[in-house]
């Protein structure tokens, strides 16, 4: 194997064919196993959505479409700042376009032909030309990006949630971008050398308007030979397909899994008025029976046996694909009014102790055999009193962010299970229940007095 | 009220009569003394647009907005069962409200429960009344002045309702001065979710001083709000930083009013 990689032009056809077939049967056995463990990945993944109360979503199909279409293909609410917008749309369309390049490593791959796109003429040329131009491009948001976060250090890259795995994970996704289209460019370049050079296999195809003065001068200046340029071709090729697979492998345990996310998450969107709080319909009938003792019972009533999130399980399935989509950008806690004054209330780290939460329990399920096994831990372990009682519910976090996620909603249903469960509201809010209770208001005035105002001038 | 008199819903069901329009005044327009100002004003510009009106009087009780944001789903259902008995024994099918919490969970949290009305907030009521030509504002009487708008969550993020406060401002022919933080990124004035019942969370600083350095930074004369809540919360603000001799807290309502000459 090492022999043909000296001067392959020289080996006759028998041998060619050989290296491609070992080389094809490699890269297939790749291809398998960074498909199965991301398959596999994918599955966990969206067992433990499911492991949420259903909710029925399947409505309004049009308009699901079109919300997905604007909000996630179209990143309309990613506007809102201009300049992370623009850095995170090259990026997003170097990710959607360059995948079009990796369609074709991926036939070159399996069949051993070489640019096998080429055949599209002069369209290959200037998509190649393009994907070079948007490979540097992205490298260079992908290091703005990285400057925003440790040099520049932006607010909301700074609060405590950020602390550990989760910095390490942004720093992570965004040097593996960097890498993997350097990656590209140094093959890109020595390909062109080869084609120059008119080396066998390297057909005249593409155009490399940023390697060509990137790269380039400093192979030229090293003064390599076909060989050695071969060789350089081809590890930049494999280490592009491998990072890829290991990119995509990384993908569903990283907060860049919104890459996905985006699209499903934007689909199941809440099309209602942000102001409408869920309707608890099992309370619904409770009440009726509790405010008319003769009223019937539909039949075949259980009555419900508990109120409100403790742990989420107790999540709608909709909540648990939000957790999997945040992607941490901390808009949400940036306009939050609680956070904003210093309080510990952070809708991202809500959404991040969720998530956390979540694959705690996953993993305990497949720990013991498919079955949950109380490990003495709810969602309260993760969010405390004090944030939930800071909440607004003022929906800024559900306006700002950019994938349609509803961090409000969880915090009330743990509000729900506080109080409907434990009975441990803060005290002034216990006295404003029992205000309305006695007198029809939150304050303790008569309620015989409502109308005074009509006696007045 | 002497120029003439609010009437309930029990006295016009008793005189055979029926109401257009019903007004649903809510805790804070009821109880809250800086808030029945509100309460009033909205009453006069009615009156004066010649719409029927009434209210339930001592037969209204809170939506239980507050209770159902604070996680007490059952006393919020219990409270929302029992008005909307009391709406529906009236056969009332249009409310207005000067509450955007009430508008919100009257408009979209009652109809789960039996609950359909159309229901409007004040603001959108009276920019209709002006465009319809119902009302009129007499001259300029905020010409020139410098009024800045708090959108109250409840009405703006929560449902989408931007213009139509903007849009009175406009026809006052003051100048509409944006905070930097308007719209759907306004800031919360501090009260919704239940905050206005308790106190604040260990922080560094009330929300509603925090909204009050938006509302300095305009340079306005006059902060117009649209909730009884906000009302509150930015009076406090403003009152925080002194200035409340230079900048009036009025609600939407009040404006209107001032400028017909109720």
Same mark, same amino acid.
């Given at each position: 194997m090492p022999k043909i990689l000296f001067g392959s032009n020289q080996l006759p056809n028998i041998v060619l064919q050989e290296k491609h077939m070992i080389s094809s049967i490699v890269f297939l056995i790749l291809t398998g196993v960074a498909s199965y463990f991301f398959a596999k990945n994918l599955s966990k993944i969206r067992r433990n959505i499911l492991l949420g109360k259903d909710i029925d979503l399947s409505d309004n199909k049009p308009l699901r479409f079109k919300t997905m279409l604007g909000v996630a293909f179209g990143q309309s609410k990613m506007k809102a700042r201009p300049v992370p917008f623009v850095l995170h749309f090259i990026v997003y369309a170097g990710f959607i376009l360059i995948n079009i390049e990796v369609l074709e490593i991926l036939i070159d791959g399996i069949f051993g032909t070489h640019r096998v796109l080429s055949v599209f003429g002069p369209i290959y040329d200037i998509a190649i030309g393009f994907f070079e131009i948007l490979?540097?491009?992205? @490298?260079?948001?992908?290091?703005?990006?990285?400057?925003?976060? !440790?040099?520049?250090?932006?607010?909301?890259?700074?609060?405590?949630?950020?602390?550990?795995?989760?910095?390490?994970?942004?720093?992570?996704?965004?040097?593996?971008?960097?890498?993997?289209?350097?990656?590209?460019?140094?093959m890109n370049a020595a390909d062109q050398i080869l084609q120059l050079r008119g080396v066998d296999h390297y057909i005249n195809?593409?155009?490399?308007?940023? @390697?060509?003065?990137?790269?380039?001068?400093? !192979?030229?200046?090293? $003064?390599?030979? $076909?060989?050695?340029?071969?060789?350089?071709?081809?590890?930049?090729?494999?280490?592009?397909?491998?990072?890829?697979?290991?990119?995509?492998? !990384?993908?569903?345990?990283?907060?860049?899994f919104h890459i996905i996310m985006a699209f499903p998450n934007t689909w199941y969107s809440n099309l209602k008025a942000k102001g409408e709080l869920n309707n608890m319909a099992s309370v619904t009938q409770e009440v009726k029976l509790m405010l008319d003792p003769s009223a019937q019972t539909p039949e075949g009533y259980q009555p419900p046996t508990s109120f409100g999130v403790k742990d989420v399980t107790d999540l709608t399935w909709k909540n648990l694909m939000d957790a999997y989509t945040c992607t941490e950008c901390g808009r949400c806690t940036s306009v939050c009014p609680q956070n904003q004054t210093g309080k510990t209330l952070s809708p991202r780290k809500v959404m991040m102790d969720t998530r956390?939460?979540?694959?705690?329990?996953?993993?305990?399920?497949?720990? $013991?055999?498919?079955?949950?096994?109380?490990? @003495?831990?709810?969602?309260?372990s993760y969010i405390s009193e004090a944030e939930l009682w800071a909440c607004n519910t003022c929906n800024a976090c559900v306006e700002a962010c950019p994938v349609n996620i509803n961090p409000m909603e969880i915090i009330v249903e743990?509000?729900? !299970?506080?109080?409907?469960?434990?009975s441990a509201a803060p005290a002034a809010i216990n006295n404003m229940f029992s205000n309305m209770e006695n007198n029809q208001a939150p304050w303790q005035f008569s309620p015989m007095d409502r109308a005074n105002w009509t006696q007045e001038d | 009220m002497s120029e003439f008199k609010v009437r309930t819903m029990a006295t016009l069901a008793a005189a055979g009569e029926e109401a257009e329009i019903l007004f649903w005044v809510g805790c804070a327009g009821s109880f809250d003394e800086r808030a029945q100002k509100i309460t009033k004003a909205v009453a006069k510009?009615?009156?004066?647009?010649?719409? =029927?009106f009434a209210i339930l009087g001592t037969e209204e009780a809170c939506t239980g907005d507050p209770a159902k944001r604070a996680g007490n789903e059952f006393l919020f259902q219990m409270m929302a069962m029992q008005n909307i008995e009391?709406?529906?024994?009236?056969?009332?099918?249009?409310?207005?409200?000067?509450?955007?919490? %009430?508008?919100?969970?009257?408009?979209?949290?009652?109809?789960?429960?039996?609950?359909?009305?159309?229901?409007?907030?004040?603001?959108?009521?009276?920019? =209709?009344?002006?465009?319809?030509?119902?009302?009129?504002?007499k001259g300029g009487a905020f010409k020139g002045q410098r009024i800045t708008y708090h959108d109250s969550c409840y009405l703006g993020r929560a449902n989408d309702i931007y213009e139509a406060p903007r849009e009175i401002i406009e026809k006052l022919d003051a100048a509409l001065i944006e905070m930097k933080r308007s719209k759907a990124n306004g800031l919360c004035c501090g009260a919704?979710?239940? =905050?206005?019942?308790?106190?604040?969370?260990?922080?560094?600083?009330?929300?509603?001083?925090?909204?009050?350095?938006?509302?300095?930074?305009?340079?306005?004369?006059?902060?117009?709000?649209?909730?009884?809540? %906000? #009302?509150? #919360?930015?009076?406090?603000?403003?009152?925080?930083h002194n200035k409340e001799a230079e900048i009036d807290v009025k609600d939407l309502a009040e404006l209107v009013a001032n400028a017909m000459d109720l």
């Open positions: 490979a540097f491009a992205v @490298s260079i948001a992908c290091i703005i990006f990285l400057s925003r976060r !440790y040099i520049l250090k932006i607010a909301r890259f700074q609060s405590p949630e950020l602390k550990g795995f989760a910095s390490r994970d942004a720093a992570t996704i965004l040097f593996i971008e960097i890498v993997l289209m350097g990656a590209l460019l140094k195809a593409g155009s490399f308007p940023i @390697s060509s003065w990137l790269v380039v001068p400093f !192979y030229n200046w090293l $003064n390599m030979s $076909n060989a050695s340029l071969i060789l350089l071709e081809r590890i930049a090729w494999w280490f592009h397909i491998i990072g890829i697979f290991l990119f995509m492998n !990384y993908l569903p345990f990283s907060k860049h956390d939460r979540l694959e705690e329990v996953g993993k305990n399920i497949d720990a $013991n055999k498919g079955t949950f096994v109380d490990d @003495s831990k709810n969602l309260h743990m509000r729900r !299970y506080k109080v409907m469960e434990q | 510009i009615l009156h004066a647009a010649n719409l =029927q009391t709406l529906n024994a009236y056969g009332i099918k249009k409310i207005v409200t000067a509450c955007p919490h %009430c508008f919100n969970t009257l408009k979209n949290e009652y109809p789960a429960l039996g609950g359909n009305y159309e229901v409007l907030h004040h603001t959108t009521l009276i920019n =209709q009344l002006l465009n319809d030509g119902k009302i009129a504002i919704g979710g239940a =905050q206005m019942f308790k106190e604040a969370e260990e922080g560094s600083k009330e929300v509603n001083i925090e909204r009050a350095d938006d509302i300095l930074e305009t340079n306005s004369n006059v902060v117009a709000s649209a909730c009884p809540f %906000c #009302m509150t #919360m930015l009076r406090d603000g403003v009152k925080h």
